[in-house]
């Protein structure tokens, strides 16, 4: 089977981290992101994967290669932004897709069953199937209804007020050849309000999917999945967690300070005396001095939060800024890359 991944947003709802890192290989729990997909595809049957890029692309090539286990991957790079059903059309015309084959979207973390989702499409001959997945809160999702019978009824944009179904789109599709010549060539289209919109009555077909899933695209879920990979939460490959269900990568200095619990420190890390790093990602070459609080954060590489100063809850600092002595990042803050913080100020 083969997979193409859509990898080329531009992940503004991660920013400042994105600014640097393409979403798709950011580092989650000490490994680029796309791994965990990579898994995934290859314990489903997925012999190669195309991954379609634009944005930061040689960013993703360089860091995922050309070999995952026994999956190939190939690249498709699109000099503009073509959306998510654009993408297939290109790698269509470039002659690499199959007649059958799977479309995820790059930025969700899962262990849905495609295999039984592909099952379910053959049964019922869809021309798509799409994984639908039940979510608490419809509220910053559209939803997607079915009949009893699978076929899908509607795509309704997220909108306040009780919704008809909590089912949305998972972004992993099973699709066949006759889908890819219904997308218009060489312009951006979207599979969620242009192609599968108009399929429907026309062999579009829903799977009602069961296990974990979440789009790491906003701060708020980064944290969450890394909480929840951490806590086993999801079927996974990370290597066994400290007694505070943290992972810190290999070269760092902690002794000393107090890390833990739920924190991801990546490799080179350093953190002082009397400082506390507790439910944080800290990327590699990051240094916190002593006497510090780090809570609930995201500090990208090569980070430098000096003595006495506090990072707080969901606050985002990016690549290379610094945290002056005695200063306070208080909650929610995004600190652009490469700023300074002075001493003893406080930002919000
Ligand atoms: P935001 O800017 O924060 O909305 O993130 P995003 O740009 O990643 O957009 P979104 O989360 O809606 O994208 C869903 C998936 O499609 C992600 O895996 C993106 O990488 C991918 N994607 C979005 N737009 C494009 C595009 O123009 N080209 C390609 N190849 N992939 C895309």
């Known amino acids: ?21 393409p979403k798709p290989v950011m580092p989650l729990a000490g490994r680029p992101f796309l791994t965990f997909m990579l898994d995934w595809l290859s314990e489903h049957g997925v012999e190669e994967a195309i991954l379609s890029c634009g944005f930061l692309s040689d960013g993703v090539e360089k860091v995922l290669g050309h070999r995952h286990g026994s999956m190939t991957i190939e690249y498709v790079v699109e000099s503009e932004p073509l959306g998510t059903a654009g993408p297939v059309r290109l790698a269509h015309d470039r002659g690499l897709l199959a007649d059958r084959f799977l479309v995820l979207n790059g930025d969700a973390l899962t262990d849905l ?56 789109n998972a972004g992993a599709y ?14 951006a289209v979207s599979f969620e309000r242009e192609v ?20 790491i695209g906003t701060p708020e879920r980064y944290l969450e999945a890394t909480y929840d990979l951490l806590a086993d939460r999801v ?3 990370l290597p066994p967690r400290d007694e505070t269900g943290s992972l810190v990568g290999e070269g760092c200095i902690t002794s000393g300070a107090r890390i833990g619990p739920m924190s991801v420190l990546g490799r080179h890390c350093s953190v002082g005396d009397e400082s506390v790093v507790e439910r944080s990602v800290l990327l590699d070459d990051v240094r916190v001095g002593s006497e510090c ?42 600190i652009e890359p490469g700023v300074r913080v002075d001493a003893g100020a406080r930002v919000r």
């Open 1 to 21: 089977m083969q997979a193409l991944v859509l990898a080329g947003g531009e992940g503004t709802r991660l920013r400042p981290l994105t600014l640097s890192v």
């Open 113 to 168: 069953d495609l295999t039984a989702e592909i099952a379910q499409h053959e049964r019922t001959g869809a021309a798509a199937t799409l994984a639908l997945i039940a979510v608490d809160d419809t509220s910053s999702y559209g939803v997607v209804p079915t009949a009893a019978d699978g076929r899908v009824e509607a795509f309704l944009e997220k909108s306040p007020g009780p919704a008809p179904t909590n089912r949305i």
């Open 174 to 187: 099973v699709l066949e050849r006759e889908v890819v010549v219904r997308i218009p060539p060489e312009r």
């Open 196 to 215: 599968f919109p108009s399929m429907i009555g026309e062999g579009l077909y829903g799977y009602m999917a069961a296990g974990y899933w979440i789009d």
């Open 235 to 237: 079927r996974s490959t």
């Open 293 to 334: 609080v780090v809570t609930g954060a995201v500090l990208a590489e090569g980070v430098r939060v000096e003595d006495g100063a506090r990072v707080d809850e969901m606050a985002i600092v990016g690549a290379g800024a610094t945290v002056a002595s005695g200063s306070r990042v208080a909650a929610g803050t995004r």
